[in-house]
T-cell receptor, first 111, second 113 residues
Framework: DQQVKQNSPSLSVQEGRISILNCDYT??????FLWYKKYPAEGPTFLISISSIKDKNEDGRFTVFLNKSAKHLSLHIVPSQPGDSAVYFCAASRSNYQLIWGAGTKLIIKP | DAGVIQSPRHEVTEMGQEVTLRCKPI?????LFWYRQTMMRGLELLIY????????DSGMPEDRFSAKMPNASFSTLKIQPSEPRDSAVYFC???????????FGPGTRLTVT
């Protein structure tokens, strides 16, 4: 039972344009959502998070949107830069410390 | 700070052998997590500790796996005996106060032949 789904295995975006990564979840009890970025041969790195009481959180070029009614969240990166090329994981938590992870989306930024 | 340190970075062993993976969390962090990543199952939480005490080990696949945290600066994940299906990348992560925001080590790539 995949509670957190990232349906796009990969995404290719032109440098300078907006990258939008999507994540869907099935468990309405999740109350905290996170995005992590992972480069090859490294561990995931925390990027940005959002509580279920909010619908938007912004940090520099990164913005996460949460649509609770649709059980959907998205990560927007504007403008996209070559260093953003990585695998992005969506994760969710239900007031405990066990994160439920999506399968990841590989983002490729084209010069 | 040096971040979360894991050793070894790569381990190749034969089926039936004992494997020990090591982790040094970020100093001062009070949560430690062990994950396994495979192509088939993605990133899975195996076990986590709070203040050196195991809190949830429901993700440990079977009795062949064991984890310890003898002190705040060191943890081990042991597989005995190892099997080819244990081949994966094993990550250790730590966090402080905001346990959702975990800091990961570089991982140990385990290959069991």
């Amino acid at each position: 039972d995949q509670q957190v789904k990232q349906n796009s295995p990969s995404l290719s975006v032109q440098e300078g344009r907006i990258s939008i990564l999507n994540c869907d979840y099935t468990n309405s009890m999740f109350d905290y959502f996170l995005w992590y970025k992972k480069y090859p041969a490294e561990g995931p790195t925390f990027l940005i998070s959002i509580s279920s009481i909010k619908d938007k959180n912004e940090d520099g070029r990164f913005t996460v949107f949460l649509n609770k009614s649709a059980k959907h969240l998205s990560l927007h990166i504007v403008p996209s830069q070559p260093g953003d090329s990585a695998v992005y994981f969506c994760a969710a938590s239900r007031s405990n410390y066990q994160l439920i992870w999506g399968a990841g989306t590989k983002l490729i930024i084209k010069p | 700070d040096a971040g979360v340190i894991q050793s070894p970075r790569h381990e190749v062993t034969e089926m039936g052998q004992e494997v020990t993976l090591r982790c040094k969390p970020i100093s001062g962090h009070d949560y430690l997590f062990w994950y396994r990543q495979t192509m088939m199952r993605g990133l899975e939480l195996l076990i986590y500790f709070n203040n050196n005490v195991p809190i949830d080990d429901s993700g440990m696949p079977e009795d062949r796996f064991s984890a310890k945290m003898p002190n705040a600066s060191f943890s081990t994940l042991k597989i005995q005996p190892s099997e080819p299906r244990d081949s994966a990348v094993y990550f250790c992560a730590s966090s402080l106060a905001r346990p959702y925001e975990q800091y990961f080590g570089p991982g140990t790539r385990l290959t069991v032949t």
